[in-house]
């Protein structure tokens, strides 16, 4: 069972803007603004997408953006294209010092 | 650019260990801090633990307390995950990553898939 929950899955056309929740609890989102976001392609290792909540690393596209509210963060996806079709895992720094994932959402491009 | 480079796959019999290590190029060893995640076939990512090596400090997941250590080499900067005791369930693929300052994992290795089976 995961720390954080995501949805299992979600779906938007080219071009559309859709969005992917992230809920945890004040012990963890909502306690810290240590929220990352990565993106992850069949057989590929995890790319960092948004950490800090907000931020983006250098490279990363613009169409990329996170926020946060209360226990829930959310990464934004603008202008979707093709390329943007993977699995996105949120985490969060958890108590004890330690990680949580949420369980991942498929992003399907239509 | 860090680059990260693990070792390669291998298939343990269950209650055997495995020790999968990952050799860190391009930064310093003062600023490296690793963390272990898997991935079990179809299944979601999993933080297992991290090692801060210049203190040298580490931090598990509850579930792999006991059964997983951490550990790191100066020199090559190699980092090291053993997992003990391994049951089917162990059978993912292990990342390792570099942490940063915000707890992202900004840098990853290829994966190395760990197979247990009789």
């Known amino acids: 069972q995961s720390a954080l929950t995501q949805p299992a899955s979600v779906s938007g056309s080219p071009g559309q803007s859709i969005t992917i929740s992230c809920t945890g609890t004040s012990s963890d989102v909502g306690g810290y603004n240590y929220v990352s976001w990565y993106q992850q392609h069949p057989g590929k290792a995890p790319k960092l997408m948004i950490y800090g909540v907000t931020n983006r690393p250098s490279g990363v596209s613009y169409r990329f953006s996170g926020s946060k509210s209360g226990n829930t963060a959310s990464l934004t996806i603008s202008g979707l294209q093709a390329e943007d079709e993977a699995d996105y895992y949120c985490?969060?720094?958890?108590?004890?010092?330690?990680?949580?994932f949420g369980g991942g959402t498929r992003l399907t491009v239509l | 650019q860090v680059q990260l480079v693990q070792s390669g796959a291998e298939i343990k019999k269950p209650g055997s260990s495995v020790k999968v290590s990952c050799k860190a190029s391009g930064g310093t060893f003062s600023s490296y801090v690793f963390s272990w995640v898997r991935q079990a076939p179809g299944q979601g990512l999993e933080w297992m633990g991290r090692i801060i090596p210049v203190l040298p400090i580490t931090s598990y997941a509850q579930r792999f307390q006991g059964r997983v250590m951490i550990t790191a080499d100066k020199s090559p900067t190699t980092a090291y995950m053993e997992l003990s005791s391994l049951r089917s369930e162990d059978t993912a693929v292990y990342y390792c990553?570099?942490?940063?300052?915000?707890?992202?994992?900004?840098?990853w290795g290829q994966g190395t898939l760990v197979t247990v089976s009789s």
């Open positions: 985490s969060s720094y958890t108590p004890n010092s330690t990680l949580g």
């Open positions: 990553a570099t942490e940063g300052d915000d707890n992202q994992m900004t840098n």
